[in-house]
């Protein structure tokens, strides 16, 4: 019923930038509040920022000031602009989003996951 689509992962060296996006689709009559979250290796799924439908944010203290979360709502779609990146970044980040659907159903959707690599 409802799919998120992530891209904009990939490798990228230390100090550099990169912008992932998340494309909701499906039957969606709203999109609530929707975030992205991280995993590294060997660790549990963390969050790294959240915006809610009116734009309110908050972010994990490790990327503030680096990172900006915000989102498009009539394009069903959320960024992530990623900037001074650190090793310590390196890790599979995941879309999520709390979802009504034009049945009134909630669904809370993740993405499939997308790799981003900081490595000189």
């Known amino acids: 019923q409802v799919q998120l689509v992530e891209s904009g992962g990939g490798l990228v060296q230390p100090g550099g930038s990169l912008r992932l996006s998340c494309a909701a689709s499906?039957?969606?009559?709203?999109?609530?509040?929707m975030a992205w979250y991280l995993q590294a290796p060997g660790k549990e799924r963390e969050l790294v920022a959240a915006i809610t439908s009116g734009g309110h944010t908050n972010y994990a203290d490790s990327v503030k000031g680096r990172f900006n979360i915000s989102r498009d709502n009539a394009k069903n779609t959320m960024y992530l602009q990623m900037n001074s990146l650190k090793p310590e970044d390196t890790a599979v980040y995941y879309c999520?989003?709390?979802?009504?659907?034009?049945?009134?159903?909630?669904?809370?959707?993740w993405g499939q996951g997308t790799q981003v690599t900081v490595s000189s």
């Open positions: 999520n989003a709390d979802i009504r659907a034009i049945s009134r159903a909630r669904i809370n959707s």
């Open positions: 499906g039957s969606i009559f709203e999109i609530n509040t």
